[in-house]
């Protein structure tokens, strides 16, 4: 079973950068589909991004296409969110989610299609 932390998270000022990492466990990384999701407090659970297995294909949300890169290292078993030019609304837990399937912008941007979900790491934006 594949086992996710997330790292990167912190307080930044509106307009920084920030970036995420997601490093996976097992052998099953490469075979699965990354996403990004955040949740702020009453909010649900957002779509951010995805990447398919083979990192040939992504997908980012309206909210943050242009400000948001999400890309993967296979070889190091890790997922990454690059966040620039933070907006207030940004702020929220970001969770790595993972699930064996084949790409589909559809079901990848769905957090009920995954397995596999991180811990979390706090992103907040602030004035």
């Known amino acids: 079973q594949m086992q996710l932390v997330e790292s990167g998270g912190g307080l930044v000022q509106a307009g920084g950068s920030l970036r995420l990492s997601c490093v996976a466990s097992?052998?099953?990384?490469?075979?699965?589909?990354m996403g990004w999701f955040r949740q702020a407090p009453g909010k649900e659970r957002e779509f951010v991004a995805a990447?398919?297995?083979?990192?040939?294909?992504?997908y980012v949300a309206n909210s943050v296409k242009g400000r948001f890169t999400i890309s993967r290292d296979n070889a190091r078993n890790t997922v990454s969110l690059q966040m620039n030019s933070l907006k207030l609304e940004d702020t929220a837990v970001y969770y790595c989610?993972?699930?064996?399937?084949?790409?589909?912008?559809?079901?990848?941007?769905?957090?009920?299609?995954?397995?596999?979900w991180g811990q979390g790491t706090q992103v907040t934006v602030s004035s």
């Open positions: 989610a993972g699930t064996p399937i084949f790409w589909n912008n559809i079901r990848a941007a769905d957090p009920g299609s995954y397995r596999y």
């Open positions: 990447i398919s297995w083979s990192g040939g294909n992504t």
């Open positions: 097992g052998r099953t990384f490469s075979s699965c589909a």
